[in-house]
């Protein structure tokens, strides 16, 4: 089964609103990555939290590890139209690879 | 800059048609990851190579092969391509580490497969 699981599936707002997507995983893990994909792009990564830290800044973005709750989540602050494109969270609970969730696809309206 | 180079970005072919996708890399990574996405979908890892050594998923189809003849290369072959295989090919690289974990990918464009 999928390692990482994400919610909601899809997710709208306004320009200048906050969005927070969700990320949960079922083995213990070393890191979680979130990486973002605009339509038909590749995927970029956004950031990395470590197993032993519990949350992380990056300009707009913030990120929370529950190790307890196997979970994370991801929050986009004063949201741009630019920031439309699906977010993937990822766990390497298998070695040298990484398992995507299903990701969550938002739209910001401007 | 240094990146992951993807080509062609798309890519037709017709049923049972051989197709090789390539990939290169300026980021000197000694690992390389082929993954399959589809639409609306997580993208699924195919194959990674670790430096030479060649790690192929458990579920992925024989009619998948790749090949790196060097660091900053690597090749999908799909030997007999299916209406199932038309997808996007995601290429991307890391920097292996010893202690079994896992650090950032670097992914390419992709490679959007038509099969008619």
């Known amino acids: 089964s999928q390692q990482g699981e994400e919610d909601p599936q899809a997710l709208s707002i306004q320009e200048g609103e906050n969005a927070t997507m969700n990320c949960s995983y079922k083995t213990s893990i070393n890191n979680l990555q979130w990486y973002r994909q605009n339509s038909g792009r590749g995927l970029v990564h956004l950031i990395l939290i470590r197993s032993n830290e519990r949350e992380k800044h990056s300009g707009r973005l913030r990120v929370t590890l529950d190790t307890s709750k196997k979970s994370s989540s991801l929050l986009i602050t004063a949201s741009r139209a630019a920031d439309t494109a699906s977010y993937f969270c990822a766990t390497d609970a298998r070695g040298s690879r990484l398992t995507f969730g299903e990701g969550t696809q938002l739209t910001v309206n401007p | ?105 670097y992914f390419g464009p992709g490679t959007r497969l038509l099969v008619l």
Request: proline share 6%.
């Open chain 2, 1 to 105: 800059d240094a990146m992951v180079i993807q080509n062609p970005r798309y890519q037709v072919t017709q049923f049972g048609k051989p197709v090789t996708l390539s990939c290169s890399q300026t980021l000197n990574h000694n690992v390389m990851y082929w993954y399959q996405q589809k639409s609306s979908q997580a993208p699924k890892l195919l194959f990674h190579y670790y430096d030479k050594d060649f790690n192929n998923e458990a579920d992925t189809p024989d009619n998948f092969q790749s090949r790196r003849p060097n660091t900053s290369f690597c090749f999908l072959d799909i030997r007999s391509p299916g209406l199932g295989d038309a997808a996007m090919y995601l290429c991307a690289t890391s920097r292996g580490t010893s202690g079994g974990y896992q650090e950032t990918q």
